[in-house]
């Protein structure tokens, strides 16, 4: 989470996989601003949750 310049807070969500030269890492920066840091952290918290549960559905490949 960021505060900004105005005293709002600004979402991320950061997702890492791999190890070594093989990591990769997401970062969504989330649209919505936030009166304060619990608000933002509980949003960006469920999109991190349901970009998890999404993939867990997803077809393996063979």
């Not at 600004?10 to 009166?35: K, Q």
């Not at 840091?37 to 077809?59: K, N, S």
């Amino acid at each position: 989470m960021k505060q900004l310049q105005d005293g709002q807070y600004a979402a991320s969500v950061s997702i890492r996989s791999g190890t070594g030269t093989s990591t990769h890492d997401r970062v969504w920066r989330l649209v919505p601003r936030f009166d304060n840091r619990q608000a933002a952290v509980r949003y960006a918290t469920e999109h991190a949750l349901a970009w998890l549960d999404a993939g867990r559905r997803l077809p393996q490949p063979c």
